[in-house]
């Protein structure tokens, strides 16, 4: 099975910077795609990034720009680094991985990841 393991979150001020780590164990893990969705309280869960396989990268509105997605293959982890950080950013952070990436159309669709992460934090305070 594969397990995945987020960290990093915390309080952070408004324009300030995080970097969230997800690591990926139990599989081959070059052969995932891996996202990162984000839940504020009270809300939806939403797409934030995904990283493909073959490392194409997508963003979500609301934080292209301001976030970068990466995988370090060797060390099995994908990373979120979230620069200029606004109180909307304020939410539990999950990483997500799937098996057989459906492409960047289908990327911030929860049903398509096989696997999840438990959340990390992160609070921006303004």
């Known amino acids: 099975d594969v397990q995945l393991q987020a960290s990093g979150g915390g309080l952070v001020q408004a324009g300030g910077s995080v970097r969230l780590s997800c690591e990926v164990s139990?599989?081959?893990?070059?052969?995932?795609?891996v996202a990162w969705f984000r839940q504020a309280p009270g809300k939806e869960r939403e797409a934030v990034s995904c990283?493909?396989?073959?490392?194409?990268?997508y963003y979500s509105d609301s934080v292209k720009s301001r976030f970068t997605i990466s995988r370090d293959n060797a060390e099995n982890t994908v990373y979120l680094q979230m620069n200029s950080l606004e109180p909307d950013d304020t939410a539990v952070y999950y990483c997500?991985?799937?098996?057989?990436?459906?492409?960047?159309?289908?990327?911030?669709?929860?049903?398509?990841?096989?696997?999840w992460g438990q959340g990390t934090l992160v609070t921006v305070s303004s």
């Open positions: 997500a991985a799937q098996r057989s990436f459906k492409g960047g159309t289908y990327y911030y669709q929860t049903s398509n990841y096989d696997y």
């Open positions: 139990g599989r081959t893990f070059d052969d995932y795609a």
């Open positions: 990283i493909s396989n073959s490392d194409a990268t």
